[in-house]
């Protein structure tokens, strides 16, 4: 048995500025990342007196009445910081952001850190305080939480997967388009993955592309008691192409969208133009698109622009009875064409 004196030294031996694999490993040196650098960033539980503050296997919640809606995301996303966020803040708004759209009021959530071995603590840090930031504002707790370090090489750095829990008094689907709905955007298109790509390729232009990553749950709040929602997404992968075509198909309708109406910064519609990539393929991180009943449509676009997320909502277009399960892209000047479902994302690993 080692002298408690000399694994203490032994310990601060082991210590440095990076992830080692003792960091995953289950003993004292993962104790020491838990409770210096993970754990005091977070309000760790909701409800009970049992769960990750006790260090207990598992979280045990109390929630309030309700639907409970879970969903889970892996965070990949290359450069792990970014113009307007970074991984942390993606993590942490990516799952609550797939439980706001479906009504869900966010209460708690789990992540999982995949480290690989010398990644810079300091790094870290940054990525847990900006993860830290949204669950606060939000009021979220993270109940939950687990920590692996792989060997130089075997990762890119950070791995990161998050799960939300959220309570809603009716769920709503992404597939309950009506014939007659107006279609909402409640922002402008592409921002999260222009700006991935300019940070990745290193253009060197002056731009000031930034991603939209942000919480949507308070914006969503403020819209739901309006009424009319019929339907509710968040256009990440293949951005609102992507995110049109699934509605469309889902509730076997077609949906009309005047291009004029989309709102595009005029940086991201220069730098798809220089990459010849689609801005309508482009993800978001802080965007919805929503459908709502025609005789809420005005209410509700007046209700997101009531709130800083949702400035630039605007009508973008309704559902029809022609064309079930297509995209019609109404071009200007008398031209229309099917907006197609993107084959995939053009741009890699921005989620
Ligand atoms: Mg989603």
């Given at each position: ?40 960033r ?26 409970v ?22 993590a ?120 939209d ?19 509710m ?21 077609g ?8 709102p ?6 220069a ?16 965007r ?7 005789d ?31 995209v ?13 479902m993107p ?9």
């Open positions: 048995m080692v002298p408690v004196r000399r694994k203490a030294e032994a310990v601060s031996r082991l210590e440095s500025d990076r992830v080692t694999a003792l960091h995953g490993a289950g003993g004292e040196l993962m104790g020491k990342l838990l409770a210096e650098r993970i754990l005091p977070f309000k760790l539980r909701s409800a009970g007196p049992i769960g990750l503050d006790a260090l207990d296997d598992g979280a045990v919640l109390e929630l309030p009445p309700g639907q809606v879970v969903s889970t995301d892996n965070h990949v996303v290359k450069p792990i910081f970014f113009p307007g966020g970074d991984i942390g803040r993606l942490a708004c990516g799952t609550i952001n797939d439980l706001a759209v479906m009504g869900a009021r966010p209460v708690a959530m789990t992540m999982g850190l995949i480290l690989e071995e010398g990644f810079p603590l300091a790094d870290l840090d940054r990525i847990l305080t900006s993860a830290a930031d949204v669950l606060a504002e939000l009021g979220v707790a993270l109940v939950a939480g687990d920590t692996k370090v792989m060997g130089k090489g075997e990762l890119d750095g950070i791995a990161i997967n998050t799960t939300g829990i959220g309570v809603a008094a009716h769920a709503i689907s992404d597939a309950g388009l009506r014939v007659g709905d107006a279609i909402l955007i409640t922002g402008t298109i592409g921002d999260h993955g222009m700006a991935l790509l300019a940070a990745r390729e290193g253009f060197g232009l002056e731009t000031r592309l930034e991603s990553v942000a919480p949507l749950w308070p914006l969503v709040a403020q819209v739901l008691p309006v009424g009319g929602i019929t339907a997404k968040d256009p990440t992968r293949g951005g609102l192409a992507a995110a049109l075509n699934e509605m469309a198909r889902k509730a076997r309708v949906i009309e969208v005047r291009e004029a109406d989309i595009l910064r005029p940086e991201v519609q730098v798809s133009e220089l990459l010849g990539i689609h801005p309508l393929e482009v993800a978001c991180e802080g919805a698109v929503i459908g709502v009943a025609p809420r449509a005005d209410a509700v676009l007046a209700a997101l622009r009531g709130h800083p997320l949702g400035q630039d909502a605007r009508i973008i277009g309704h559902a029809i009875p022609d064309y079930p399960g297509r019609i892209l109404d071009t200007g000047i008398g031209g229309r064409r099917f907006l197609e084959i995939g994302d053009p741009v890699p690993r921005i989620c």
